[in-house]
């Protein structure tokens, strides 16, 4: 029996190893193994078992890694599928579908003693008052972890080792899970009445579920899985809908993923999803995975999904390679967010990477959005997804008004730039006194963008980055957002030539509209939630729970507080600098203004009292920000698919970009010259390709590097992936020069 194995560093190719007879009942697919790799050990997971091998004088496994396989074949399948698609190393795409705390050699539970009452045969020994009032206890408990006890009698060890002694109880080891939301208190709810909108939806999904269950029962073989698109605007209840399509899932003896984006995974998402399925016949432990788990928390809340126990997981974008089986339905919520797509080699987005996998396993895919991706939309007009709509919210809620402020004529009037318009002040003031509460986003922390001198013209730039560094009050000092460099703020121009003391800082951010509220609403309880106030991962859950309690009347914050979040208390929603997206050097910078736009102006209305949004911007009559105002996507689908057709731009066309970087310039400039030229002599003849570049990168230097891009469009992205994967490998780059491919990138930066 021989094992092909794919080593955890990355060498692009298996390796066959002998599986030694003592070992052979415990080797799979999907197995974790220690084996000899030169004069090392090196860890690796079993990609196949086959008889024979080309290769003789084959050295032996070492050692099994775990009891039971941690890559099932169809995700290990999914990780072939992603390495070949996303240029980069098998070894690098299997690494990202297993969590760094499941891939340790030793496995990672956590033990505690417990104390279990035993079955007492014959007459109770006797017993000192301190040993009887502790027996009371235990046998209440009938079992109690050991420190628990101690601290509830005020007792020590070795009292409770008597017991033990006289045969009453025992002291054994036990696996404690760590759960991140043992001590919420989660209370079962039951399924919601859905309006028509709602159930026509539910019925199309069940739909899809029953007829692949059919299929399934029938052929005992892969079905052909729909994908269906969600458009529901914000408050239009996708969430009930989802609830109602996992519990059909659960019904059918399948599992489910649920993807939210990382901002959006508060606790009250969490809290909705556990406490449908706390109780009742579809009642199933439901895992969560995300960034802010320990890697303890992350350990066995990846297991309770390998054993069955977890047949529902909610997460981040790494969630989709959950080990759900058999799985039924995938559901990615906000399908448009950009956090889907993973920044460092493997460059996957778990949009995709799901509807692959949906395909694969026969599982339904959900993609919904108020603000769906212009890729998804495009893909509901080819035919390739199906459309669901639900225009109108639930309960029929009206949707905000929006008011669009010129802030040009505001700051004529006020001789100045205002931070709020007299339009925003006044609602402000209108909120405070009903008791209603207000939600204000600015996607710019800090205090002032730059720093300027008025007088000689310098601006602070960081030492390591081609951007302005960012002024904060608070710290007295200026950061750079992209490297992290700081420096202390200077009292006067840093210009040895001028030395002027009438610096100023130009711009505005999160710190310095907090201090305006403060100034203009003395009595007024207000927050702030940006990455500058939130050190502890317990301050995020901590402010959302006091807004939604009332006690804050106006919360200030970025991205953050942009979408998830249900407040029907909230009635006005103010956006800061609304077309601050605009001005980015990226083709997607109108449809993220849109989304942005639209999705904030969302959490306004949600309850009794109507919605406001006010909108302030310098440009209020760009298309981004007209359409968003009138919650008209279709308008904005349809006028912005007519410039990407014309410059051949995504979804019209996939993108492939590559980014060069070094600490020297020239280097970095002729190793991109020199893959331009390389690339047209393999690719030429090529039919629908555009090559565009090098050029310097948007963010030309970023942590000392230079950058330089060449971005490929072309429709065929599969073909050319592997191209490009077998050309940068076959290349040899100046040492301190290194190349990064990105297939289907979100951000050109």
């Not at 420096?487 to 100023?504: K, L, M, Q």
């Not at 047209?680 to 030309?700: F, N, Q, S």
């Amino acid at each position: 029996m021989i094992a092909r194995v794919t080593l955890e560093i990355a060498l692009r190719r298996e390796f066959d190893y002998l599986v030694p007879s003592e070992l052979e009942g415990q080797v799979e697919v999907g197995t974790r193994v220690k084996v000899p790799f030169g004069p090392r050990q090196v860890m690796g997971v079993v990609t196949a078992v086959v008889d024979e091998s080309p290769h003789t004088n084959l050295r032996a496994i070492a050692k099994v890694i775990g009891r039971q396989s941690l890559v099932t074949p169809k995700v290990l399948q999914l990780a072939r599928w992603i390495g070949e698609y996303y240029c980069c190393a098998p070894e690098t795409a299997l690494k990202s579908v297993l969590p760094e705390a499941v891939r340790k050699e030793q496995e990672g539970w956590r033990e505690r003693l417990v104390v279990r009452l035993l079955q007492i045969h014959g007459e109770m020994p006797k017993l000192t008052k301190r040993q009887q009032d502790l027996w009371n206890i235990i046998e209440e408990w009938r079992e109690i972890p050991l420190q628990k006890l101690i601290e509830l009698a005020g007792t020590t060890g070795d009292t409770v080792r008597r017991l033990e002694d006289k045969g009453l109880i025992v002291i054994e080891n036990q696996i404690s899970e760590r759960d991140p939301y043992e001590h919420e208190n989660i209370l079962p709810t039951e399924k919601l009445v859905l309006n028509v909108e709602q159930t026509t939806a539910l019925a199309a999904i069940n739909g899809a579920l029953d007829k692949l269950n059919e299929e399934g029962r029938t052929k005992n073989a892969e079905g052909k899985a729909d994908t269906f698109l969600l458009h529901g605007v914000t408050g239009s209840g996708k969430t009930e809908v989802y609830l109602q399509a996992l519990a059909h899932t659960l019904e059918q003896g399948k599992g489910a993923i649920v993807l939210v984006p990382e901002i959006s995974l508060t606790p009250q998402t969490v809290e909705r999803f556990k406490a449908r399925f706390s109780s009742g016949k579809c009642q199933t432990l439901v895992a969560v995975l995300h960034s802010h788990l320990s890697s303890g928390e992350r350990h066995d809340e990846w297991h309770k999904i390998r054993q069955g126990r977890a047949r529902i997981v909610i997460g981040a974008r790494s969630a989709i390679f959950a080990p759900v089986e058999p799985l039924g339905l995938i559901i990615v919520d906000e399908e448009h967010e950009y956090s889907y797509k993973q920044e460092e080699s493997p460059r996957y987005h778990a949009r995709d990477v799901a509807v692959y996998r949906g395909q694969k396993e026969g599982a339904v895919v959900v993609l919904g959005s108020a603000t769906p991706s212009m890729e998804s939309y495009y893909n509901v007009k080819r035919g390739k997804y199906q459309l669901l709509e639900m225009p109108t919210r639930a309960d029929d809620k009206q949707m905000p008004v929006v008011r669009v402020i010129d802030m040009r004529s505001e700051a004529k009037k006020e001789k100045g730039i205002p931070v709020f318009s007299n339009r925003l002040k006044e609602a402000m003031h209108q909120r405070l006194e009903k008791k209603e509460q207000t939600i204000l986003f600015l996607n710019r922390r800090g205090y002032s963008s730059s720093l300027q001198c008025p007088k000689c013209g310098y601006v602070a730039e960081c030492p390591n980055c081609s951007v302005s560094l960012t002024y904060h009050r608070r710290a007295q000092e200026l950061r750079c957002h992209t490297c992290g460099h700081f420096a202390p703020a200077p009292v006067r121009c840093p210009n040895n030539e001028c030395r002027d003391p009438a610096i100023r800082y130009a711009g505005l951010g999160t710190e310095r509209v907090e201090e305006t509220l403060v100034k203009l609403f003395p009595k007024a309880v207000i927050r702030r939630m940006d990455s500058d106030t939130l050190k502890r991962k317990e301050d995020y859950r901590t402010i959302l729970g006091e807004f939604r309690r009332g006690k804050i009347d106006i919360l200030v914050g970025t991205q953050m507080i942009a979408k998830g979040l249900h407040f029907p208390n909230v009635t006005l929603v103010g956006i800061i600098h609304a077309d601050l997206g605009l001005h980015m050097p990226d083709f997607r910078a109108g449809e993220r203004t849109f989304q942005l736009l639209t999705q904030v102006s969302g959490r306004a209305g949600r309850g009794d009292v109507e919605g406001e949004v006010v909108v302030q911007a310098f440009t209020p009559f760009h298309p981004a920000i007209q359409y968003a105002r009138r919650h008209d996507y279709v308008g904005f689908y349809e006028q912005e698919i007519e410039f990407r057709e014309q410059l051949k731009y995504p979804p019209l066309t996939r993108v492939a970009l590559l980014t060069m970087k070094g600490r020297n310039e020239d280097k970095v400039k002729f190793s991109a010259d020199h893959l331009r030229n390389e690339l047209e002599k393999r690719l030429k003849g090529w039919p629908d390709l555009v090559i565009a570049g090098p050029a310097a990168a948007p963010l030309a230097r970023a942590e000392t590097f230079y950058r330089y891009q060449i971005m490929l469009r072309t429709r065929a992205m599969s073909k050319l992936s592997k191209i490009l994967a077998e050309m940068l490998m076959a290349q040899e780059w100046p040492d301190d020069v290194t190349v990064a491919t990105d297939i289907d990138p979100v951000d050109l930066i």
